[in-house]
Nanobody, 124 residues
Framework: QVQLVESGGGLVPAGGSLRLSCAAS????????LGWFRQAPGKEREFVSA????????YYADSAKGRFTISRDNAKNTVFLQMNSLKPEDTAVYYC?????????????????WGQGTQVTVSS
């Protein structure tokens, strides 16, 4: 059974940093595109970032550019999201996703596997 398990969420003040991790099990994701999405209360889930299977290319939503960095460790089947300069509007549940033959990295439908999410709360 494929599982994606996120960790690293929490409560931080505005301007702070968090590093999210997503560990995959049940299948190797070394050839998969891995992505991060988020869903704020009352809003639809939105794309944050994604990374190709070789560690590139990388994709970022405009809201994440310059502040977030995605990376992956294929040996550990893990993807990371380093989030700096966090803002209250970054508050959301962050989801990890994995997919193969992804043509549109920013679209949810491109991904077959999803984690349960980790809460990120940024206080003002």
């Amino acid at each position: 059974q494929v599982q994606l398990v996120e960790s690293g969420g929490g409560l931080v003040p505005a301007g702070g940093s968090l590093r999210l991790s997503c560990a995959a099990s049940g299948r190797t994701f070394s050839s998969a595109t891995l992505g991060w999405f988020r869903q704020a209360p009352g809003k639809e889930r939105e794309f944050v970032s994604a990374i190709g299977w070789r560690g590139g290319p990388t994709y970022y939503a405009d809201s994440a550019k310059g502040r977030f960095t995605i990376s992956r460790d294929n040996a550990k089947n893990t993807v990371f999201l380093q989030m700096n300069s966090l803002k209250p509007e970054d508050t959301a549940v962050y989801y990890c996703a994995g997919g193969y033959s992804v043509n549109f990295a920013s679209q949810e439908r491109s991904y077959n596997y999803w984690g349960q999410g980790t809460q990120v709360t940024v206080s003002s």
